[in-house]
């Protein structure tokens, strides 16, 4: 896809964020708005998947170890074929494949059930591991929240990525600067974050999370990267695209009403034709 197709999709994806998280009356709109240029051209562009066989041995893994944003995982999932459209609307419903966190023994498409924020990570570098015993040419992505480099899981398994040498990873983290309680710079500071996890060896770009241009030089970037895995560090707005979101921690986990969902929707109809 060339980025006006790729601004398109992502558009249809926060569509679908809105739609199936005030369907739903529950779910978490903030964090799945700011990852969603990334689901984007992580299915659309940058991974091997075949939504006719979402178990493909060869396929390109991905683990949303901020597993509270599966609204936008799943409309990326549902976009690219793995099930239909009309089943976004069924989030978080009784009987549902798709609950509030991502299932891999429900919903086709998911490689990791992920929810437990800190542990996505480590299923992601195992997998990693897995990869490199096999000398097979997959390659496993992953992403977090800023909020999540908070639990120390991350920074083990960041350990043992740069110990293993694992160029087949790459981390991505949605530092959108906003978690459940507020601002993670007062929470619990994660920053430097690119110092981080360069001090853990790893080779760190840092991106504006919202410029498809910008994503795309980044994922090519760390396919040349040898010996090391990469960390992606994308700044992002956390509710992007919908005015009265955008930089509110308070709609972290909060269903729109009637009227703010017609707002929402309202205004991403509007970029859509722009």
Known sequence: MNTLELKKMANEVRKDIISSVHSAKAGHPGGSLSAADIFTYLYFEEMKVDPKNPEAPDRDRFVLSKGHTAPGYYAALARRGFFPVADLLTLRHIGSHLQGHPCKQHTPGVDMSSGSLGQGISAAVGMAIAGKFDNADY??????????????????????????????????????????????????????????????????????????????AAFEEAKTVKGRPTAIIAKTVKGKGVSFMENQASWHGTAPNDDQYQTAMAELEKAGEA
């Open 139 to 216: 390659r496993v992505y992953t992403l977090l929240g800023d909020g999540e480099l908070q639990e120390g899981q991350v920074w083990e398994a960041s350990m043992l990525a740069a110990h293993r040498k694992l160029d087949n990873l790459v981390v991505i983290v949605d530092n959108n600067g906003l978690q459940i309680d507020g601002n993670v710079a007062d929470v619990n500071s994660p920053y430097p974050i690119d110092k981080k996890f360069e001090a853990f060896n790893f080779h760190v770009i840092n991106i504006d999370g919202h410029d498809f241009d910008q994503i795309r």
